[in-house]
């Protein structure tokens, strides 16, 4: 038996009647078989449209004209599905997003080394580098993003995640199948319940289905590979010899909503010893890896900042249009190491936001309430009209915390920098937490929550960003972070 955890698709299966069997499921096969050559074909795809689109860019520079980039890019979008294959990126159950985005990358790097190999000759080693590391990350782009839109379009026909039977019927159990039909970007998705043999198998008020009692698991046909245990347990070696016999393929040890979150970043962590989870330091805790997270920031900022100039300055002319003063907000925030120091922002508040928000709080209770809760408020009366809201929402306010991220001050990802009145907030213990990282333009919270988050969101996805911490998860949230701003979900 494989205890890790699941990420993929299915739908809904029949139970044999008889022998204590109870009730009906969903069906466990349908969409689950047929997601991996889904993705296949979604991989083809990416892979020919990355070559196609790396060739027409690199014919607009100015000294191409003597190159040659004329080749069948049918056989290189097959060395990728083959590629994919292979290290196991179709390899759904048990792979977590972070190890599917590594395994993407490796495939990319080896695609844009037989890109090289096929254009050297032609070209020379410099055009021919520059083709092949365009269309590198253009396959890893194109194929991440083709697989995300795929996964939400069978989401949105209720084929999220592959179907898994919860063990018990207690409370625990209820609440945490609630929390899965919930949060199906977790991947696992629960089609009913089985009772264990000291609890009642009847009368019960249950929000899935009862499928059997624990004895009678392997005559559940089609087959259930994943089971949710929620009972209490103290090491998986206890779960393995209590459950071992059972006809499941793999155990996702889930005792509360943090185990969930954990899930859907990193199987391996929220499946393992839960007194072992999370014994590593979080976030980048040696000097390598400091200086690898802080070279990527740099290299990947400067031309950032090359390409958001243009946009900042008009931004800029637009807010002092609406409202004369200062463009450009610095506010003072906490950051590494509980050192405070000041973030820019292009201003998308009045002059005098701050009159104006003391004036609103003492007149309304309801607002003020929801001021305390998050610092936050859906009807704000300090932005600007036009100009302000938009700003907010797709997050272009935020753009001149470039120059924060060069100065070192920031990184690209992380937990967003709070300003010192929002920390304090907060339990002494999260605080020093926080303070060894570096604070980010980007974190967990933006791509999920956002302003839709209270205090205690906030705290649980901060802690589940430092404590998965990997290069990955960094890079899995900067290619969240656009969808999430396109989406503007939560933002104001």
């Known amino acids: 038996m494989n205890i890790s955890g699941p990420e993929t698709r299915a739908t809904p ?41 790396a060739t027409i860019l690199i014919r607009v520079l100015p000294w191409s004209a003597a190159w040659v980039f004329r080749f069948d890019a049918l056989l290189p979008a097959l060395l990728v599905v083959g590629t994919h294959a292979a290290i196991g990126v179709y390899r759904l159950p048990g792979t977590g997003p972070c190890e599917r985005l590594r ?35 253009l396959l890893l782009v194109c194929g991440y993003y083709g697989q995300e839109l795929l996964r939400a379009v ?3 026909l209720g084929q999220n995640g592959v179907p898994a039977a919860v063990i018990g019927t207690g409370e625990d159990a209820r609440t945490i199948a609630a929390a899965l039909l919930a ?19 009847v009368g019960l008020e249950l929000p899935l289905p009862l499928l059997c009692r624990l004895e009678h698991a392997a005559l559940i046909e089609p087959r259930i590979d994943l089971a949710v245990v929620t009972a209490p347990w103290r090491d998986r070696a206890e779960v393995e010899a209590a459950l071992g016999q059972l006809p499941f393929e793999q155990l996702a040890l889930i005792k509360d909503m943090k185990s969930v979150h954990t899930l859907r970043l990193r199987p391996e962590a929220a499946l393992a010893d839960p007194k072992a989870a999370h014994t590593r330091p979080g976030g980048p805790s040696t000097k390598f890896e400091r200086a690898v997270k802080r070279i990527i920031d740099v290299t990947l900022t400067l031309p950032a900042v090359l390409i958001t100039l243009p946009i900042i300055l008009i931004l800029a002319a637009l807010v002092r249009v609406t409202d004369p003063g200062r463009a450009i907000f610095v506010q003072q925030r ?68 470039l120059w924060n991220v060069l100065k070192g001050e920031m990184s690209l990802v992380g937990p967003r920098p709070f300003p010192p009145y929002h920390l304090k907030c907060f339990d002494t213990e999260f605080q020093a937490i926080r303070s060894t990282v570096m604070p980010g333009l980007t974190g967990l919270w933006q791509i999920t929550s956002r302003s839709d988050g209270d205090l205690s969101v906030q705290r649980e996805q901060d802690l589940l960003y430092i404590e998965n911490w990997s290069f990955w998860l960094d890079l899995q949230i900067l290619l969240q972070t656009l969808p999430a701003v396109i989406k503007a979900k939560g933002a104001r």
């Open 13 to 53: 299966s029949v139970l044999r009647n008889g022998t204590g069997l109870v009730g009906g499921a969903p069906r466990a096969g349908g969409w689950w078989p047929r997601l991996p050559v889904a993705i296949l074909f979604t991989d083809f795809l990416a892979a020919m449209l990355a070559i196609k689109a």
């Open 103 to 137: 395994m993407r990358a490796v495939s990319a790097l080896l695609f844009a080394s037989f890109c090289l190999l096929l254009t050297v000759p032609a070209n020379g080693w410099f055009p021919a580098l520059l083709f092949a590391g365009l269309s590198g990350v």
């Open 154 to 156: 069978l989401g949105q």
């Open 183 to 201: 949060h199906p970007e977790v991947g696992v998705r629960p089609i009913g319940f089985i009772a264990l043999p000291d609890q009642p198998a």
């Open 334 to 401: 906490i950051g590494y190491g509980g050192r405070s120091f000041n973030v820019y922002k292009i201003r998308t508040m009045y002059q005098d936001a701050e009159q104006r928000l003391e004036k609103a709080l003492a007149a309304d209770p309801e607002m003020a309430a929801e001021w305390r809760s998050n610092f936050k408020l859906v009807n704000d009366p300090r932005i600007l009209p036009g100009v302000g809201h938009l700003l907010r929402r797709l997050s272009l306010d935020e753009l001149p915390q």
